[in-house]
C-alpha cells in the first residue's frame, strides 16, 4: 500500500518539481540542466505582454470569483432548502458537462446576442460572464455540503425569539456556511485564473489572458520562461491552498 502510494504521489507531483526546477536552467533548449540562473524570472519580469495578460487574468478571476460566490452561495442555500428537481439540473449543469461543450455554447450564444442587439462583442466581459457561470456550480456544492452539516433547529429558535428572516440569516446561518463559503470563493479564484478552453473560445481576437499567452508559447517550444510563468502559477494556487487551510478552522473555532 505504501508503495502504490508513493509511486502515486511520485507520478502527480515529479513533474511539478522538473518545471520548478527547470525554470532556474542556464539554458534554453531545457534538454539538460546547464546552470543555476535567475534570468528567466527576470525576463518574465521585463515581459510586458505577459504581464499585461497576467493582470487580466487576475482582475477576471477576482471579479469572476466575487460574483460567482454571491450566486453560488445563495444556490447551495436554495439547493438545501428547496427539493426542486430543475434546480440542481440548473446549477449543476456547467460543471457537470465537458468545458469543450460549454465554451462552444457560450460563444455561440454570444455570437447570437451580439447579432440581436449589438453590444456583447467577445472580449472581457464574455470571458468574466462565462467564468462566473463557470465558477458558480462548484461555490454551490461547497456551501450545500456545509448547509448539510448544520442544524436546521437553530434558525427555527432564532426566528421563535422574534429574529426576521435576514437576521436569521445574517447571525446564524452565515457564520455557519463561512468556511463553505470561503473555501469555494478560493476554487472559483483558481479555477478563473488558470482556466484555458473556455477563455478560448470566448476571448475574442484581441483578448489578453495569461492561459493564452502560455499556450502561445509552448506552440514553439517549452522554454525556461514557460516553465517560469508555470512556477509563479503553481506558487499562487500553493498558496491560495494554505490560506484556506488557515482561515477555514480558525473560522471554525470563532463559530463554535
Known sequence: MWASAGLTYLFLYLPLVIVVLYSFNDSRLNAEWVGFTLKWYQKLFHNEKMLTAAGNSLLIGIIASFFATILGTLAGIALHKYKLRLLPFLVLTPIAIPELLM?????IFFVIVNQLIGILELGFVTILLSHIAFCIG??????????????????????????????????????????????????????SIDDFVITFFTAGAGASMLPLEIYSMIKIAVTPEVNAVSSLLMLLTLALIVIATKVSPSALRANS
Not at 465554451?103 to 460563444?107: E, K
Not at 428572516?165 to 478560493?186: N, S
Request: hydrophobic share 60%.
Open 103 to 107: 465554451g462552444v455554447s457560450l460563444v
Open 138 to 191: 462548484f461555490v454551490a456544492i461547497v456551501v450545500r455540503a456545509r448547509m448539510q452539516g448544520m442544524d436546521d433547529s437553530l434558525v427555527e429558535a432564532a426566528r421563535d425569539l422574534g429574529a426576521t428572516p435576514f437576521q436569521a440569516f445574517r447571525l446564524i446561518t452565515l457564520p455557519v456556511i463561512k468556511p463553505g463559503i470561503i473555501a469555494g470563493a478560493l476554487m472559483a479564484f483558481t479555477l
